[in-house]
Structure formats: C-alpha cells, structure tokens
C-alpha cells in the first residue's frame, strides 16, 4: 500500500510540475505575474529568458532603462548575484488587473511582495507593469516596469 501511494504521490507531483510549465498556462496574459515571480525566486536568469522577447524594455529604477532582452538579464544576474538571492516574492492577494489593447497586446499590472521571515509579504509589494504580446508559444514581456513602495516623489 505504501509502495502504491509513493507512485501515485510521484505521478501527481510530476504531473503539477509539468502543467507549472507548460504552454497552455502562458494562454492569457496573467500567467506573466506567476511566471515572472516563478522566474525571480529560482534567482536563475536563463529562467527570466523565457519571459522576454529579444527587444524588451525594462525599467528596474526610475533612473535607468534596459534596452534588450540581453540587457535586462544581465542586470537580473546582478541583482539575483547579490541583494536578490536571498529574496522569495509573492503576488499581493487580488492585486492581478490586465487590459487588452488588442488582441495580442495586453498591460497586466500586479502588486509583489517580498516574503518576511515569518512567511507574510510586504504590502502593497512592489507594482510591476508588464506589456505582453502574444508570441506562438505564449505570452512575452515587451516592455515592463517595477515601481518600488513608499516613493518619495511627490506630483506636481
């Protein structure tokens, strides 16, 4: 009996991890928010790579962009080499919101916390914007942005 829900138990886990990954989880752009904090908490950037087209922009702090997928990997490898990867981030609860602009093009905007020493995110997280295109394989990130919480710019 034992023996038998070993099996069963290895063949449910492998079948959550294949679906975790597979095509038909990248068919809405939602999926984006889930795979980019998958992406960040195994602090891997060929993981990062996947969620890219080769033109993305990104913009980690207000004083910088990042031209091209090459780019923003790399300045990911350094953060993830450094204060990063010792980082785990979650989704804010409810904080996922996508508009479509056309039917290939949609902005998803979502809230991602760090996770505390006793398990909770901060709040509100990090607001990420991501622009994502339909691409034959799924959805990619084109251009996306993290806004960091408790900014001290102020409008005008």
Known sequence: MTHRFVICAVLLFSTFIARAVS????AEPESLADRFVQAWNTHDTSVFKKLFVPSAYWVPTIDSRLDGRDNILADLGKAH???AKTTTMGINSGSISTRFVHPDVAVVLFHAGFRQADGTLTTPGN???LVAVKQSDGWQIAAGQITKPGSTIKPR
Request: glycine residues 0%.
């Open 23 to 26: 095509p038909a989880d990248t």
């Open 81 to 83: 080499e450094t204060w």
């Open 127 to 129: 607001a990420i914007l």
